[in-house]
């Protein structure tokens, strides 16, 4: 599976003894998007949902149900995916363990966060809450 989605790698400190190496705790926990607009279409409106968890082990696991943007190989409907991940302050890359390793930017204020990347050729903003 190929997501899209812009990879400094973050070293722990001690106030954090809970995060493996290049583990972010800002983006510890499961987080769902409320917004994502590519294209000039805002594709969680249009009834996709997309979920990701970043785990503290510098695991992650994302799913995808009624997938509007083509994000799931060869036109699938709900796909799901997990691999390992590292996290700076402002960019996180998934490895799910393929060639297919994602690097993407994003900022988090207070529980959202707030992604901007590219999509085959197509700049796309997506919203994520924390819950």
């Not at 995916?81 to 996180?92: K, L, P, V």
């Given at each position: 599976m190929t997501l899209a989605l812009g990879g400094a790698v973050a070293g722990c400190s001690s106030d954090d003894p809970g995060t493996g190496p290049g583990v972010n705790p800002a983006v510890l926990g499961t987080w769902t998007a409320t917004s994502f607009v590519a294209g000039g279409n805002d594709l969680i409106t249009m009834g996709m949902t997309l979920n990701f968890t970043f785990n503290s082990d510098g695991t992650y696991a994302f799913a995808i149900v009624n997938d509007q943007g083509g994000l799931c190989d060869m036109?699938?409907?709900?796909?799901?995916?997990?691999?390992?991940?590292?996290?700076?302050?402002?960019?996180?890359?998934?490895?799910p363990g393929t060639v297919d390793v994602v690097t993407f930017n994003y900022s988090i204020s207070g529980t959202v966060m707030t992604v901007n990347t590219v999509i085959d050729g197509t700049s796309a903003t997506v919203t994520f809450d924390k819950l």
């Open positions: 036109g699938v409907a709900d796909c799901a995916d997990f691999g390992d991940y590292t996290a700076s302050a402002t960019q996180i890359v998934l490895d």
